[in-house]
């Protein structure tokens, strides 16, 4: 990832919610095909998909599997005109994909998301991987960790 910030690198900015799913709905990088959190960075003026991974990383193939099911979801969403419909007001503001997780991914995971990154960056979009810790984002951040 040369040129990219540390994968554990955890970046602190407000965010401001402009979707929830409610508590009912399943979250987290197993539940590919949903939009875990929709948010708004002021300080980047980015419009953010956060991916929530509340389990420690695994190194397993079903694990990876996931999370590129989880990221192909993410970006068909984002480019297949599905979040034009939801956001109108939003597509015209950068875009950034984030995972928020409790460890570190591991190697596979590293390599993986490299690729994405590199790959998602030719469309403008930026992919950054926070890692939270056990304890969760926090109680601002909405995800409810």
């Not at 419909?85 to 950034?96: D, F, G, H, K």
Request: overall charge negative; hydrophobic content about 40%.
């Amino acid at each position: 990832m040369e040129g990219a910030p540390p994968a554990n690198a955890t970046v602190t900015f407000s965010l401001h919610m402009n979707h929830q799913p409610t508590s009912e709905s399943p979250r987290g990088v197993e539940h590919a095909h949903v939009i875990d959190i929709v948010a708004d960075d002021a300080k980047t003026g980015e419009v953010v998909l956060i991916m929530l991974e509340p389990r420690p990383w695994d190194g397993s193939e079903l694990r990876l599997f996931e999370l590129q099911e989880k990221v192909n979801a993410y970006l068909s969403f984002a480019l297949d005109g599905e979040m034009a419909e939801a956001y109108p007001e939003l597509m015209s503001r950068p875009l950034r994909l984030q995972v928020d997780c409790v460890g570190m991914p591991d190697e596979t995971v590293v390599d993986f998301l490299s690729v994405v990154r590199e790959q998602i960056g030719f469309q403008g979009i930026n992919l950054e991987v926070r890692v939270m810790g056990e304890k969760g984002c926090g109680p601002d951040c909405g995800c409810g960790s």
